[in-house]
């Protein structure tokens, strides 16, 4: 069975916090805190890109698992803020490690891509096409902030998570992935600029296209409804009840959208991990990141069933159990 053997995750050193952001646009510590639970995120500096990001994770999932870059037979990196549109990130990512027997392609799910990238990575090792994985979710996601818009440069950090997918009867299992997208709803939260649609000119820059932009009220709501769907129906087909779950390990997009999630669910708010206020959100490096802390913080033990569970642009969502 596809098992995660490997787990590592990389957050650069520069920290933005709230007091920060008050000297650059019109907020307050304690609004962001209220209305969104982060206090401070992680951003790159010194011409450190995605691609840096995710190698530095991938390194320390590959030394987790024991696996050398020989062995990866398939690099999926998941982000929306690549190095460059083509080629793609894990073309980099494939040089900077020497993987050089791995093929290697970015997926595009925004923050459900690790979700997206696990589901692949999966399948190619069930059917034993591939042996060796490595998913990465990695973003600069301060790249395309606008921080002059005080709606959403308080969200957004840098960051990146990794794992190793294999066949193993010891490590933790994916029992699970389940995938969704709703395209209707694709205009809610996107950067409309830098695609064929609109090509940087004078004129995408002036309107500021080439930042994040979104309908933060209906992406919330649209979040808490989807989340909570996509978890009582992985439960049920699974076998599970929901008081089988020891940990949900939900995206960090935003404190309110878990704890609403988890009211709805009527499970306490002990049972979903929390560290949206370090980092705020960092797209699809958020859950690898979360199990490697949930994990260095003692929360994760074996046997126990966790629920990873995401939500993002496109929309898509996509939820995961592994049994720990
Ligand atoms: O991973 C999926 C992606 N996640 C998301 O896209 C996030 C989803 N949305 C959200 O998290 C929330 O909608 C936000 C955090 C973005 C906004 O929270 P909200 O409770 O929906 O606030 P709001 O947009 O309704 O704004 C309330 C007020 C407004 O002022 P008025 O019109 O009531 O006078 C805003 O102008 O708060 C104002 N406001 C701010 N005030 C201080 C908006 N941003 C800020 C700010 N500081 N940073």
Same mark, same amino acid.
């Given at each position: 069975?596809?098992?995660?053997?490997?787990?590592?995750?990389?957050?650069?050193?520069?920290?933005?916090?709230? =007091?920060?952001?008050?000297?650059?646009?019109?907020?307050?510590?304690?609004?962001?805190?209220?209305?969104?639970?982060?206090?401070?995120?992680?951003?790159?500096?010194?011409?450190?890109?995605?691609?840096?990001?995710?190698?530095?994770?991938?390194?320390?999932?590959?030394?987790?698992?024991?696996?050398?870059?020989?062995?990866?037979?398939?690099?999926?990196?998941?982000?929306?803020?690549?190095?460059?549109?083509?080629?793609?990130?894990?073309?980099?990512?494939?040089?900077?490690?020497?993987?050089?027997?791995?093929?290697?392609?970015?997926?595009?799910?925004?923050?459900?891509?690790?979700?997206?990238?696990?589901?692949?990575?999966?399948?190619?090792?069930?059917?034993?096409?591939?042996?060796?994985?490595?998913?990465?979710?990695?973003?600069?996601?301060?790249?395309?902030?606008? =921080?002059?818009?005080?709606?959403?440069?308080?969200?957004?950090?840098?960051?990146?998570?990794?794992?190793?997918?294999?066949?193993?009867?010891?490590?933790?299992?994916?029992?699970?992935?389940?995938?969704?997208?709703?395209?209707?709803?694709?205009?809610?939260?996107?950067?409309?600029?830098?695609?064929?649609?609109?090509?940087?000119?004078?004129?995408?820059?002036?309107?500021?296209?080439? =930042?994040?932009?979104?309908?933060?009220?209906?992406?919330?709501?649209?979040?808490?409804?989807?989340?909570?769907?996509?978890?009582?129906?992985?439960?049920?087909?699974?076998?599970?009840?929901?008081?089988?779950?020891?940990?949900?390990?939900?995206?960090?997009?935003?404190?309110?959208?878990?704890?609403?999630?988890?009211?709805?669910?009527?499970?306490?708010?002990?049972?979903?991990?929390?560290?949206?206020?370090?980092?705020?959100?960092?797209?699809?490096?958020?859950?690898?990141?979360?199990?490697?802390?949930?994990?260095?913080?003692?929360?994760?033990?074996?046997?126990?069933?966790?629920?990873?569970?995401?939500?993002?642009?496109?929309?898509?969502?996509?939820?995961?159990?592994?049994?720990?």
């Amino acid at each position: 069975m596809a098992s995660i053997t490997g787990i590592g995750s990389y957050l650069p050193n520069k920290i933005l916090t709230n =007091y920060d952001l008050e000297k650059m646009v019109d907020t307050t510590d304690e609004w962001i805190i209220q209305r969104t639970g982060i206090r401070e995120r992680r951003i790159v500096e010194n011409g450190m890109i995605t691609s840096d990001l995710a190698t530095e994770a991938s390194l320390r999932a590959m030394e987790d698992a024991g696996v050398t870059a020989e062995e990866l037979d398939m690099i999926i990196s998941s982000t929306i803020t690549p190095d460059h549109i083509f080629p793609s990130t894990s073309c980099y990512i494939q040089q900077k490690l020497g993987a050089t027997r791995a093929s290697a392609f970015d997926i595009l799910a925004a923050c459900a891509g690790f979700i997206y990238a696990m589901s692949i990575g999966q399948s190619f090792v069930n059917s034993g096409a591939m042996k060796t994985v490595l998913i990465v979710g990695a973003e600069c996601l301060s790249k395309i902030t606008d =921080y002059t818009d005080r709606a959403t440069c308080v969200l957004f950090g840098d960051g990146a998570g990794a794992a190793i997918i294999q066949k193993s009867r010891t490590k933790h299992e994916i029992l699970s992935t389940n995938l969704a997208a709703d395209g209707i709803q694709a205009d809610v939260l996107i950067m409309p600029g830098g695609g064929a649609k609109n090509p940087a000119s004078l004129e995408s820059v002036q309107q500021r296209m080439h =930042y994040i932009q979104f309908k933060g009220k209906e992406v919330f709501k649209l979040a808490i409804n989807n989340i909570t769907n996509m978890i009582l129906e992985t439960v049920e087909k699974n076998g599970l009840r929901l008081k089988d779950i020891d940990l949900i390990i939900p995206h960090q997009s935003n404190l309110r959208i878990i704890e609403a999630t988890m009211e709805k669910l009527g499970l306490p708010m002990e049972k979903a991990f929390v560290n949206i206020d370090k980092y705020g959100n960092t797209s699809s490096a958020s859950i690898p990141i979360a199990i490697d802390e949930a994990r260095k913080e003692g929360l994760l033990h074996k046997g126990n069933i966790v629920m990873l569970v995401a939500f993002g642009g496109g929309l898509t969502w996509g939820s995961s159990i592994i049994r720990w």
